[in-house]
């Protein structure tokens, strides 16, 4: 099946530090999505990106889709602690008649000390 | 808006006990509904989808069941729980192509 590659698997920061976190396929994606998961509850959306190239914002999260539609980054600046959680990329791949089901990386924790 | 709802939030079993752990959606019409299991905080398991009434699909041989007996309305079963069934329990739905958004979980624990 479908693999996502999500690096780091976790990261322990500053506050103030930006944070720069990536997903990889080895199969062509038509959309990525950014999920933000906070201890004992459930993913939350953060951003989405359905075109190659594309740059989305968030406050100060940013995400890319890369150009060659197999891999995105989301990245953080001046990380405060509320930022702290596991943070995963997901999509559906390519499939030509869409697809049921999305793909999920195994999520970059990350920890930001104050 | 839409809006997802699990229940119980949190549930602690003995082995070999029944489980019905409930999820409904409000807010949109025909959508693709999941069960997740998460251990550890880490990694979502996909145990079923649906995406219509009476349709499930397995992705994992497990000792669960799921049924969809209304729209939107996903029930996630077990006739006799294991250990190995403890975990957090994430409901989902989506209208393809679209996003995919997240209910609060179900913590359960199986003693």
């Known amino acids: 099946g479908q693999q996502l590659n999500q690096s780091p698997q976790s990261m322990f920061i500053q506050e103030g530090e930006d944070v720069s976190m990536n997903c990889t396929s080895s199969s062509i994606f038509n959309t990525w999505l950014w999920y933000k998961q906070e201890p004992g509850e459930g993913p939350v959306l953060l951003i989405a990106?359905?075109?190659?190239?594309e740059l989305t914002s968030n406050g100060r999260l940013t995400a890319q889709f890369g150009i060659t539609r197999k891999d995105s980054f989301l990245n953080i600046s001046a990380s405060i602690p509320s930022d702290v959680g596991i943070y995963f990329c997901?999509?559906?791949?390519?499939?030509?008649?869409?697809?049921?089901?999305?793909?999920f990386g195994k999520g970059t924790k990350l920890s930001v000390i104050p | 808006s839409q809006t997802i709802h699990q229940w119980p939030a949190t549930l602690v079993q003995p082995v070999g006990s029944p489980l019905s752990l409930e999820c409904t959606v409000e807010g949109t019409s025909n959508p693709n509904l999941y069960w997740y299991r998460q251990a550890a905080g880490r990694g979502l398991q996909l145990l079923f989808y649906s995406v219509g009434i009476g349709q499930i699909s397995s992705e994992v041989p497990q000792n669960l069941s799921a049924s969809r007996p209304q729209d939107r309305q996903f029930i996630l079963s077990s006739k006799k729980l294991l250990l190995s069934d403890s975990g957090f329990y994430l409901c989902?739905?989506?209208?393809?192509?679209?996003?995919?958004?997240f209910g609060p979980g179900t913590r359960l624990t199986v003693t």
């Open positions: 997901a999509g559906p791949p390519y499939s030509g008649a869409g697809s049921y089901q999305l793909t």
């Open positions: 989902a739905w989506r209208i393809p192509p679209g996003e995919q958004y």
């Open positions: 990106l359905y075109k190659a190239g």
